[in-house]
C-alpha cells in the first residue's frame, strides 16, 4: 500500500513541476484564431520561455468554410463530404474523388474557394 501512495505521490509532483505554468508563474496558450500565442506573465518574470513555447506550438489548422466544391461546382453536404487539409486550410469536397484533381492543381481550386467566399461576403 506504501508503494501505492508513493507511486502516486511522485507521479503527481513530476506533473506539476513539470507544467512550464507552475515553474515560471505563467500561462501560455493561443488566441481566439490559434495562430499567435498569448502569455499572462506573472511579475518579473521574462518573455523568453514564453517566446519558446509559443514558437513550438504549431499554427492551428483553419477551416476555409467553402460550401460549393471547387472541383465540380456542387453543393456539399455536410454529411457525406470530404476534407483535404492543405497548408494549414481545410477545404470541403462533395466527395472523395474531388481531393485528387485538387492535389494536382491546389490553386485553381483555392481561386475558386476564395471567389465562393468573396461573392457569400459581398451578398452579406
Not at 513541476?17 to 496558450?29: D, I, Q, R
Not at 499567435?36 to 504549431?58: I, K, L, N, Y
Not at 474523388?97 to 485538387?102: K, L, S
Amino acid at each position: 500500500m506504501t508503494k501505492i501512495i508513493c507511486l502516486v505521490t511522485l507521479g503527481l509532483f513530476v506533473f506539476m513541476f513539470t507544467s512550464s505554468s507552475v515553474v515560471f508563474g505563467m500561462s501560455c496558450g493561443s488566441d481566439k484564431g490559434g495562430s499567435e500565442a498569448t502569455c499572462d506573465h506573472a511579475a518579473g518574470s521574462q518573455m523568453t520561455e514564453c517566446d519558446q513555447h509559443a514558437a513550438a506550438v504549431p499554427n492551428a489548422v483553419v477551416d476555409a468554410g467553402n460550401k460549393v466544391c471547387p472541383v465540380l461546382g456542387e453543393s456539399i453536404d455536410e454529411t457525406t463530404k470530404a476534407i483535404y487539409e492543405y497548408e494549414g486550410k481545410i477545404y470541403n469536397f462533395c466527395c472523395a474523388g474531388c481531393i485528387e484533381p485538387f492535389k494536382k492543381e491546389p490553386q485553381k481550386y483555392i481561386d475558386k474557394v476564395n471567389q465562393e467566399l468573396e461573392a457569400n461576403q459581398s451578398t452579406k
